[in-house]
């Protein structure tokens, strides 16, 4: 499936980075004991480095959201995904298991301080491309809100936006009846291509060490 990332959103975030993994013939269930156990112990420890550090001190949370600021969406409104999940557990509101698809997504969006989204490749169509919402682009978002898409980083599609650093939609949601997906990590726009590979190509060989099946990525760069 082609991806871009959209001109406009070039000319207002420079060094726009974005992973992006394919998977086909995975298996989603429950988390294995493994995946929770590592997703309870990094919330713990984050919970008690939180209790020394602003959010801001992490550079993956500031840089987002000055990415956002840039983009042209207000982060003390809208919050980058990964800010507001750092927000919850220092509130010591961790995150439960889900599955082992959003488990496993979750735990690299805290480990790499980005958002990262996944979506079921079986509700997607042709024609994705990471860019600005225009005026009037809504969908259901995952908090069952309606969400307004203007001026907000977006992943789209041929039928309209199904995702964003800041909430995806419930349309292209990952269940256990998925087989295939995409994962899309909004990276850091200060690192280099070299460490957005390594970092993409890591998270991929993680996520089907869980999850079988087969895995393909790239790294897109404005």
């Avoid at 420079?14 to 992006?20: L, M, N, Q, T």
């Avoid at 429950?30 to 959010?55: A, I």
């Avoid at 840089?63 to 927000?87: H, M, N």
């Avoid at 307004?148 to 936006?161: E, Q, V, W, Y």
Wanted: glycine share 8%; aromatic share 10%.
């Amino acid at each position: 499936m082609e991806i871009s990332i959209h001109p406009e959103l070039c000319k207002k975030v420079p060094g726009f980075k974005a992973g992006i993994i394919q998977y086909s013939g995975i298996e989603v269930g429950p988390s294995p004991q493994m995946v929770k156990g590592r997703l309870q112990l990094f919330q713990e420890s984050l919970y008690f480095d939180l209790l020394d550090k602003e959010l801001t001190d992490f550079s993956g949370l500031r840089e987002w959201r000055q990415i956002f600021k840039a983009a042209g969406t207000d982060p003390s409104r809208y919050r980058p995904s990964v800010e507001a999940l750092y927000r919850r557990i220092k509130k010591q509101n961790y995150l439960l298991p889900v599955h082992s698809a959003i488990d496993l997504n979750t735990f690299f969006s805290l480990q790499y301080e980005v958002p990262i989204g996944i979506y079921d490749l079986a509700e997607l169509k042709t024609g994705i491309t990471i860019r600005i919402g225009y005026p009037n682009e809504e969908y259901t978002g995952l908090n069952s809100r309606t969400n307004s898409l203007h001026n907000m980083i977006t992943s789209a599609d041929d039928l309209g936006p199904f995702g964003s650093p800041y909430i995806d939609s419930i349309r292209t949601k990952v269940t256990e009846e998925t087989t295939e997906a995409l994962q899309i990590i909004y990276l850091k726009s200060s690192i280099s291509i070299e460490e957005g590979d390594q970092l993409t190509k890591s998270l991929m060989n993680m996520f089907l060490q869980v999850h079988g099946g087969e895995g393909s990525y790239q790294v897109l760069s404005c």
